[in-house]
């Protein structure tokens, strides 16, 4: 994405307005897409909590990233993507552009991610050992890579 393209993201979210994005890597599978998913973006309140929420942050290199809150202490936000069993990021509770409402799935079908079934999918998910989502992981990345080369 060009930097002007990220500037009008953030000035829209600024104005109270919610945006659509084509979910385009693989940090967040096997909840969210990679080239399969679009997601709504929405701002938040200075005092609404983000924890286990689906932010948008930029990170300290100025790439725009879409992870899980793990945690918000003093301002500080930690995130994981569900496709990294390993890596966290830091950021801080300012530098979050806004959270995910919805997931458009590629057959038009539209999913909250609020909702039970959301969160029994997430909690599933998470509770797996590392070592099982690194290999299941492993496998989607290469499926979706021959996927996309068809």
Request: net charge positive; glycine share 8%.
């Amino acid at each position: 994405m060009s930097s002007n393209y990220l500037r009008d993201i953030e000035g829209i979210v600024e104005v109270g307005e919610s945006f659509k994005l084509h979910v385009t890597g693989f940090s967040m599978l096997p909840l969210l897409g990679c080239g399969r998913d679009n997601i709504l973006i929405r701002r938040i309140d200075a005092e609404e909590d983000i924890t286990g929420r689906i932010a948008m942050f930029r990170t300290a290199d100025g790439h725009i990233v879409v992870h899980r809150v793990v945690k918000v202490e003093n301002g500080n936000v930690t995130l994981q993507g569900y496709g990294n069993p390993y890596k966290r990021e830091l950021c801080r509770r300012s530098e979050i552009i806004g959270v995910v409402e919805r997931v458009e799935r590629e057959n038009g079908r539209e999913e909250s991610c609020t909702t039970r079934e959301w969160l029994r999918k997430e909690s599933m998910w998470l509770h797996l050992p590392a070592i099982v989502r690194h290999y299941t992981l492993g496998i989607m990345r290469k499926w979706l890579r021959w996927r996309r080369k068809k």
